[in-house]
């Protein structure tokens, strides 16, 4: 669906311009694990889940990474950590909250250590 790769995205757009190198997008692991972008902030490494709504949807953006879909984020980030061949590094799970307006600028909410 075009809206959900346009929120991934806004924010990656997001991220870059505050500072972050993005080092992978859309991550899926070989056991299922799966994260939309991977990103580093200076010494921290971001896993993060991007979700957009249309402006006015009932559902908040967060609200939708309930305990499933933060297991199976969960499972990317370790296969990602394996594969970097150490834990001993700072790390996060943030949400970013995309709003969709038509003709309108999208609206984004950066949600840091969201679980």
Do not use: S
Request: glycine content about 10%; hydrophobic content about 45%.
């Amino acid at each position: 669906m075009w809206i959900g790769e346009y929120g991934e995205n806004v924010a990656a757009d997001f991220l870059r311009a505050h500072g972050c190198r993005i080092l992978a997008r859309n991550f899926k692991a070989r056991r299922g694990g799966e994260v939309d972008i991977i990103a580093r902030d200076g010494k921290l490494l971001l896993f993060v889940e991007v979700k957009t709504r249309r402006e006015g949807a009932k559902i908040r953006p967060l609200d939708a990474v309930d305990k499933p879909k933060q297991a199976l984020i969960e499972r990317g980030a370790n296969a990602w950590l394996k594969r970097l061949g150490t834990r001993n590094l700072p790390w996060r799970f943030d949400v970013i909250e995309i709003h969709v307006a038509e003709g309108g600028k999208p609206r984004i909410n950066h949600v840091r250590d969201a679980f």
